[in-house]
């Protein structure tokens, strides 16, 4: 039997009268990965907040990893969760080396504040090889690159052997050389025997690799449609979810998006 890592039943989301998210049913199966497409405001942070236990639903039921919210030890379970933000880059330190700041995910702090031993120094440059990263493991952080910095984030999140990998529009201040050899590193990881479960929140289609079995499309805090790429990367599709007039086309293993006048 597939085992169930997320399964979210009609969860909605209210703040101050505003409705959020309205009636949003998830499942992810284990290894499975997903890309997760929606406008600016149409509640992306909110589910993933609600995914990983950081907001509440006001109506629905949330499983994770077999664990029913409300019933379960969330701080426990977030551990279990690892959520690679860009909002992060800037906020540990520059002078910490690559390795350290990897390091640090063994506590989930800011910083490294304890020695580490032999074996978790071996353990995070294990993890910053996996994603090709050992060329820098000595180099400062805040000497990376954007696109360097962000594999040094998902190596962070990864220390821990997360069983789900939330990745925040994890490319977004790449320019198109680092965004491709950055895709590239994530298709390595996501093809690894010892990955976890991908969720890949983007704008932007051409990130949406092979890799990637199943997209959902929220707008406006409703389901759009969710299902196969090739089911759910249409013209059709994308003009309901944008707005506006628009044509999907292929390009080897590449959607590409243009917007019609």
Same mark, same amino acid.
């Given at each position: ?64 990893? =077999?664990?029913?919210? =409300? ?13 690679? !933000? ?17 390091? !640090? =995910?063994?506590?989930?702090? /800011? ?41 040094? #984030? ?12 939330? #990745?925040?529009?994890?490319? /977004? ?15 390595? #990881? ?9 969720? @890949? ?15 959902? #499309? ?14 759910? /990367? ?6 309901? @979810? ?20």
């Amino acid at each position: 039997m597939t085992e169930t890592v997320v399964e979210l039943e009609e969860v909605s989301f209210c703040r101050k009268e505003r409705q959020i998210l309205t009636e949003v049913s998830w499942r992810i199966d284990a290894r499975t990965h997903w890309a997760l497409l929606g406008a600016n405001g149409c509640g992306k942070t909110t589910l993933l907040k609600i995914l990983t236990g950081y907001e509440w639903p006001t109506f629905g039921t949330v499983r994770v990893l =077999g664990e029913r919210f =409300g019933i379960c030890d969330i701080g426990r379970l977030r551990k279990l969760i690892g959520w690679v !933000s860009s909002a992060m880059t800037q906020r540990l330190p520059a002078q910490d080396t690559s390795v350290e700041v990897v390091a !640090s =995910g063994l506590d989930a702090s /800011i910083g490294l504040y304890r020695h580490v031993t032999d074996e978790e120094h071996r353990t995070s440059l294990a993890v910053l090889t996996q994603l090709r990263g050992d060329s820098i493991a000595d180099q400062k952080y805040g000497t990376l690159s954007q696109g360097e910095m962000q594999k040094v #984030l998902i190596a962070r999140a990864l220390v821990c052997q997360p069983k789900i990998l939330i #990745l925040d529009e994890p490319c /977004i201040g790449l320019d198109p050389a680092a965004r491709q050899r950055f895709l590239k590193d994530l298709s390595v #990881l996501a093809k690894s025997d010892n990955a976890p479960t991908i969720i @890949l929140v983007t704008h932007h289609i051409e990130e949406i690799d092979p890799w990637i079995q199943n997209v959902m #499309l929220l707008k406006d805090g409703k389901v759009l449609t969710q299902g196969t790429p090739d089911d759910v /990367i249409t013209s059709e599709r994308m003009k309901d @979810l944008l707005d506006c007039p628009c044509t999907v086309f292929r390009q080897g293993n590449e959607f590409l998006l243009r917007v019609d006048a």
